[in-house]
């Protein structure tokens, strides 16, 4: 069975650091993956998604995101953090549109 | 512009009342979704529904209900049933036949028990 595990539930860094946000998952198939971000009492919007093109994943607002098969890892990063990045991410591994199976999410806030 | 419409934003209910929360959406997707988010816990899948008149049970389908009488609407019936219904619950769509699954959300519905 597939399953998703953030490390860390709330990540604080300063303004101009790098982010790094930890993904690991099990999945028993090739797995398509991905980074999902949510603001204050917002649904979630799409960051990024793998999908087996490339291992390094271009994202929106200067996300990325590392497909590492060997680890099964699929950490989020950002060389560096602004204010508006302060909110919580998700990540997620599907198997098909009706098996997406959520991670319980990390708050990232940023110290002025 | 096209997207997914949940009302009512908040909403406020007694014990032991129904309530109804709506989902509409115009990106013309065959497939959406509930989810319930809790703090801490993620999202869970509550229904989701694949083609008009056809839906599926999710992790955590008891005390829930809904239909999809239209490819545009999905609402979600949370009953008395529901023994801990205070959440906010999202629903999203997504492409059916889409092998990568991508979502896309609403705004969600804050709901509380009084």
């Known amino acids: 069975a597939q399953s998703v595990t953030q490390l860390g539930s709330h990540v604080s860094v300063s303004e101009g650091a790098l982010v790094l946000l930890r993904c690991n998952y099990s999945?028993?198939?090739?797995?398509?993956l991905f980074w999902y971000v949510q603001y204050p009492n917002q649904g979630l919007q799409l960051l990024l998604k793998?999908?087996?093109?490339?291992?390094l994943v271009k994202g929106i607002n200067g996300f990325e995101a590392e497909f590492k098969k060997s680890e099964t890892s699929f950490h989020l990063t950002k060389p560096s953090a602004h204010m508006s990045d302060a909110a919580e991410y998700f990540c997620?591994?599907?198997?098909?549109?009706?098996?997406?199976?959520f991670g319980s999410g990390t708050r990232l806030s940023i110290r002025p | 512009d096209g997207g997914i419409t949940q009302s009512p934003k908040y909403l406020f209910r007694k014990e032991g009342q129904n309530v109804t929360l709506s989902c509409e959406q115009n990106?013309?997707?065959?497939?959406m979704y509930w989810y319930r988010q809790d703090p801490g816990q993620g999202l869970r899948l509550i229904y989701y529904s694949q083609i008009v008149n056809d839906f599926q049970k999710g992790d955590i389908a008891e005390g829930y209900s809904v239909s999809r009488e239209k490819k545009e609407s999905f609402p979600l019936t949370v009953t008395s049933a529901q023994k801990n219904p205070t959440a906010f619950y999202l629903c999203a769509s997504s492409i059916e036949g889409s092998s990568t699954g991508e979502l896309f959300f609403g705004e969600g519905s804050r709901l509380t028990v009084l």
């Open positions: 997620a591994v599907s198997e098909g549109a009706s098996k997406i199976i």
């Open positions: 793998y999908t087996s093109a490339a291992t």
């Open positions: 990106l013309n997707h065959d497939a």
């Open positions: 999945s028993s198939v090739p797995p398509y």
